[in-house]
């Protein structure tokens, strides 16, 4: 089945620090991927998405690569700030044979940034 | 562009009572999915819905769970006779028709979602 393996957190950086956070995923046929941002208390928002292989989702200076060779789409960052501490979630997206978009998550890595 | 809307963002309940969620989706969305998220972990999918067709159901959704959208626009997750297992954050996302092309995946908004607690 589908899945997707994400670093284990906390990762905890300085501000202005440069950020990774590794992603790689398994799945049958061609899937949509995407990085989510979870707040405390809050819901998930898109953060970044791409659809095929080689295509950069970037956003608010986040910045993640489609690497079919690698099956990986790891998210990077070069300077980040205190109001990016959150969970992040990795995922893909598979259209099944019914038209429905079956979307797996990554278990999430919490992301701290220090003054 | 008001969002997903989910009410109520709090609940708690004693074990055995029932409970229902309400989930509003972005107004031009016709695809309307429920997931479920423990402490730590990602969400994990529960039922999705086409308009007011359910497509789709996890066997994570035991018959203590049913979930309706009778109009094609909001919908409610019940959860009958609760346990303790079913304290989580239930999250409700939507997300419009997609294109033609097997490429256009089209991303799944969420809500803020409603935190269970059975005491």
């Known amino acids: 089945g589908d899945s997707v393996t994400q670093m284990e957190g906390p990762v905890t950086l300085s501000e202005e620090a440069f950020l990774t956070i590794n992603c790689t995923y398994t799945?049958?046929?061609?899937?949509?991927l995407f990085w989510y941002v979870q707040y405390p208390g809050e819901g998930l928002q898109l953060l970044l998405k791409a659809t095929k292989a080689d295509d950069k989702g970037s956003n608010k200076g986040f910045e993640a690569t489609y690497r079919k060779e690698t099956t990986s789409f790891h998210l990077e960052k070069g300077s980040v700030q205190v109001s990016d501490s959150a969970v992040y979630f990795c995922a893909l997206s598979v259209m099944n044979s019914g038209g429905y978009q079956k979307v797996t998550f990554g278990t999430g890595t919490k992301l701290q940034v220090i003054p | 562009d008001t969002g997903v809307s989910q009410d109520p963002r709090h609940k708690i309940t004693k074990r055995g009572q029932n409970v229902t969620f309400r989930c509003d989706p972005i107004?031009?969305?016709?695809?309307l999915y429920w997931y479920r998220q423990t402490l730590g972990q990602g969400p994990e999918f529960l039922t999705y819905?086409?308009?007011?067709?359910?497509?789709?159901k996890s066997r994570l959704l035991s018959d203590r769970f049913s979930a309706e959208r009778p109009k094609g626009s909001f919908s409610t997750l019940e959860i009958q006779r609760t346990e303790q297992g079913d304290s989580a954050m239930y999250l409700c996302?939507?997300?419009?028709?997609?294109?033609?092309?097997?490429?256009?995946?089209?991303?799944?908004?969420f809500g803020d979602g409603t935190r269970l607690s059975i005491l």
């Open positions: 799945a049958t046929g061609y899937p949509s």
């Open positions: 996302a939507s997300s419009s028709q997609p294109g033609q092309t097997k490429y256009s995946n089209q991303p799944q908004h």
């Open positions: 107004s031009e969305h016709n695809r």
């Open positions: 819905f086409q308009n007011e067709a359910q497509l789709e």
